[in-house]
């Protein structure tokens, strides 16, 4: 086995409101829809000249891959840089950097005219709908989202993998303690699976997002990307009703990541090794045989 299994996404062309309800929505399954944003302005205007004929004078920040280490927050951008310049590092070839989770009400309320928010049957928050832009070759590791909101994911400019794992795939993907994330160690193109045999018994769902296609990613669920070409993408929420995910909400929103900004503040690379040990060895005697 080379590769965790992975089983492809369901993908529809166009999908009425009932039948995404039904067979989506309700029982928490992501679907790959080609066909939602075709009618948008967006679908003809947005690529990534006119995102720098917009917005090219703001200075954006930008983030790697590199695990934060010491005392620092476990966020933090590795870079400043004016979203032209940004862009044309995008079109020249391969960079690291990302920008991720960009308030495009806030920032460029321009572009909120291109697009809608599809009669679908999810319950749209409108203040937040984010932008993430990434280069040829440009990888997201993998992660969910903790406000655990239901997303509908849209994508421009080329092409881009996504692997996603279902919450009930958590247990084998080495998830760390107080994060939303797994090892950073771990390569997911590439797993060492002797070092982390759990992934051997995950299974993902992918996917191939091109220009304008759009994709539901039901709440708690795994995302690993990778980019194809350079590119950008939207992302629509819906926040969970259900108390018991409200309630998951607001604790990892108030109490984890503060939690673990503190200690990483306190303690420093003693509490990242500590929890990282930990998953390792905890994660491999439950699930690496
Ligand atoms: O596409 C990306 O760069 C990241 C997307 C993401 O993580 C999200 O929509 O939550």
């Known amino acids: 086995m080379k590769n965790i299994k992975t089983i492809p996404v369901d993908v529809v062309e166009t999908i009425r409101k009932a039948d995404f309800v039904a067979k989506y929505y309700k029982p928490q399954r992501p679907v790959l829809i080609k066909n ?34 010491g005392h620092k927050k476990s966020v933090v951008p590795a870079k400043e840089m004016k979203l032209f310049d940004y862009i044309e590092l995008l079109k020249s070839g391969p960079t690291e950097l990302r920008m991720f989770f960009y308030n495009v ?15 679908i049957g999810l319950p749209f928050f ?27 994911h849209v994508h421009f400019h080329g092409t881009k993998k996504v692997t996603l794992f279902p919450p009930d795939q958590s247990k084998f993907l080495y998830k760390v303690p107080y994060t939303v994330h797994n090892l950073e160690t771990i390569d997911m193109d590439a797993p060492d699976f002797e070092t982390y045999p759990a992934l051997r018994k995950a299974t993902g769902i992918s996917v191939e997002m091109k220009h304008g296609d759009a994709l539901y990613m039901p709440s708690g669920y795994w995302h690993y990307i990778t980019y194809e070409d ?19 909400l607001f604790s990892n929103l108030l109490f984890m990541r503060n939690f673990e900004n503190i200690m990483r503040r306190i303690r420093g690379e003693t509490w990242t090794d500590w929890k990282e040990e930990k998953v390792l060895k905890d994660v491999n005697k439950k699930y690496g045989s």
Do not use: C
């Open 230 to 248: 350079a590119g950008f993408s939207i992302t629509l929420r819906a926040f969970p009703r259900k108390p018991k995910r409200l309630a998951k």
């Open 126 to 152: 409108k203040k937040l709908p984010v932008m993430f832009f990434g280069s040829k070759g440009g990888k997201v590791l993998a992660h969910y989202d903790m406000d655990l909101a239901d997303l509908l």
């Open 36 to 69: 939602l944003t075709r009618d948008w302005p967006a679908y003809k205007k947005w690529n990534l000249t006119y995102i720098q004929s917009l917005a090219g004078d703001q200075v954006v920040p930008l983030y790697n891959n590199v695990p934060t280490k």
């Open 105 to 119: 009400l806030q920032k460029m309320p321009a572009l909120t005219k291109d697009f809608e928010y599809p009669d």
